[in-house]
């Protein structure tokens, strides 16, 4: 069996990944160049009063790397939904191509 790759796999592989680098990587960072608050909460004082709040909405954060998640879920069905081609070729002796 040949492993190979079309232009739907390459395409999957790039989105889920870029999704899930954005919403973990590139905005975590962001988010502690921004400084403190780093926790998804706002921060509150004594007084119950909001003080602090993160720089990037933690639901927007979540919802990329489920986007990604997503991606790869639909990429695997298509991939189990279609089917797989086999190689039966012969080289010149009759032997079947390992």
Do not use: F
Not at 19 to 31: A, H, P, R, S, T
Not at 66 to 72: D, E, F, Q
């Amino acid at each position: 069996m040949t492993h190979t790759t079309t232009i739907v796999d390459r395409i999957a592989m790039g989105l889920s990944g870029a999704l899930i680098l954005l919403g973990v990587v590139v905005m975590g960072m962001l988010e502690v160049l921004a400084g403190p608050p780093y926790g998804a909460a706002p921060t509150t004082n004594d007084a119950g009063e909001i003080v602090a709040t993160p720089m990037i909405d933690p639901t927007l954060r979540t919802g990329l790397v489920i986007a990604g998640i997503l991606v790869l879920a639909v990429w695997g069905a298509y991939k189990l939904a279609t089917p797989v081609v086999e190689d039966r070729t012969q080289n010149t002796t009759g032997a079947a191509h390992n």
